[in-house]
């Protein structure tokens, strides 16, 4: 069983930074790919960045790309580094975990609970 806590939203002004930890316990091996999801109020949850099990390969969305930057910490903890945020980056942030590959939908394995995001003008 994957446990996975998030920690290290709160509020910025527009154009500030955050940085993201993703806490995982239950893991025994690094074999995991690991995602940064978000959900702004009234709209779906969608990917934001993901990092292979290894570490040696990213993946982000086209709205964040050049701001975020994710990366791993061996098998145990997983940061997004939030760059020139923006309001619209405003969402609860969510870490996932997938055994089976890198991918841009929902098809994880373990969630998080989130950490509330919030960017104002």
């Known amino acids: 069983q994957v446990q996975l806590v998030e920690s290290g939203g709160g509020l910025v002004q527009a154009g500030g930074s955050l940085r993201l930890s993703c806490a995982a316990s239950?893991?025994?091996?690094?074999?995991?790919?690991m995602a940064w999801f978000r959900q702004a109020p009234g709209k779906d949850r969608e990917f934001v960045a993901g990092?292979?099990?290894?570490?040696?390969?990213s993946r982000y969305a086209d709205s964040v790309k050049g701001r975020f930057t994710i990366s791993r910490d061996g098998a145990n903890t997983v940061y997004l580094q939030m760059n020139n945020l923006k309001p619209e980056d405003t969402a609860v942030y969510y870490c996932?975990?997938?055994?089976?590959?890198?991918?841009?939908?929902?098809?994880?394995?373990?969630w998080g609970q989130g950490t509330q995001v919030t960017v104002s003008s």
């Open positions: 990092i292979s099990s290894g570490g040696g390969r």
């Open positions: 996932a975990a997938s055994a089976f590959g890198l991918t841009t939908t929902l098809n994880y394995d373990f």
């Open positions: 239950g893991r025994t091996q690094n074999n995991y790919n």
